[in-house]
């Protein structure tokens, strides 16, 4: 059974950090790109960050470059999200994707953790 479970989100303050997991069980890790999407209520679901599976090229959206960190491990089949100086405009449900890097439909969501920033 294929699974992604996300955790890690919650409140905090503006300026402060979270670190988001997803944790992947019931296909081969290492052969998928890792993805974190975040969608907001009346927005579309936009990407915040990728991990490729081989050669680990990492792909930030321009509104949190230097601002989150996208890591991986292998060994524990779980990818990580480091969000620092978050702004309320970070706010949204997180989800964590998984897309097969040969190119097939195999493709796979998280149900989603909330990030909300304010004070």
């Known amino acids: 059974q294929v699974q992604l479970v996300e955790s890690g989100g919650g409140l905090v303050q503006p300026g402060g950090s979270l670190r988001l997991s997803c944790v992947a069980s019931?296909?081969?890790?290492?052969?998928?790109?890792i993805s974190w999407y975040r969608q907001s209520p009346g927005k579309e679901r936009e990407l915040v960050a990728v991990?490729?599976?081989?050669?680990?090229?990492?792909t930030y959206t321009d509104s949190v470059k230097g601002r989150f960190t996208i890591s991986r491990d292998n060994a524990k089949n779980t990818v990580y999200l480091q969000m620092n100086s978050l702004k309320p405009e970070d706010t949204a449900v997180y989800l964590c994707n998984a897309r097969s890097r040969f190119g097939d439909s195999r493709d796979y969501w998280g149900q989603g953790t909330q990030v909300t920033v304010s004070s």
């Open positions: 991990i490729r599976s081989a050669e680990g090229r990492i």
């Open positions: 019931g296909f081969i890790f290492g052969d998928y790109h």
